[in-house]
Nanobody, 116 residues
């Protein structure tokens, strides 16, 4: 069974940085190479929202709230997707989820807490 496993969350002060990583375990390399990957987040009491995405062709997109601060990247050889988060704000506090679009899989989430 294929799984997406996130890591890298934690507690950070406002203005700090964190780097999240998502590993696609047991996904065939040729499949991973062709899948669009995304990071979502969900804050308490709010709906899950798209933060950033990267296509198989490495085209990226970002929500307005993180543009210029977050960077999504992928390493196909390692079957990983990363989210570099800089200049973090308290409003970035949420559980962050990795998602593959097709096949449709979700990771278990990793908590990011930004103290102001």
């Amino acid at each position: 069974q294929m799984q997406l496993v996130e890591s890298g969350g934690g507690l950070v002060q406002a203005g700090g940085s964190l780097r999240l990583s998502c590993k696609a375990q047991r996904m065939i390399l040729s499949v991973f190479n062709g899948v669009d990957m995304e990071w979502y987040r969900q804050a308490p009491g709010k709906q899950r929202e798209l933060v950033a995405g990267i296509t198989s062709g490495r085209v990226t997109n970002y929500s307005d709230s993180v543009k210029g601060r977050f960077t999504i990247s992928r390493d196909n050889g390692k079957r990983t997707v990363a989210l570099q988060m800089n200049s973090l704000r308290p409003e970035d506090t949420a559980v962050y989820y990795c998602h593959s679009r097709a096949p449709n899989y979700w990771g278990q989430g990793t908590q990011v807490t930004v103290q102001g």
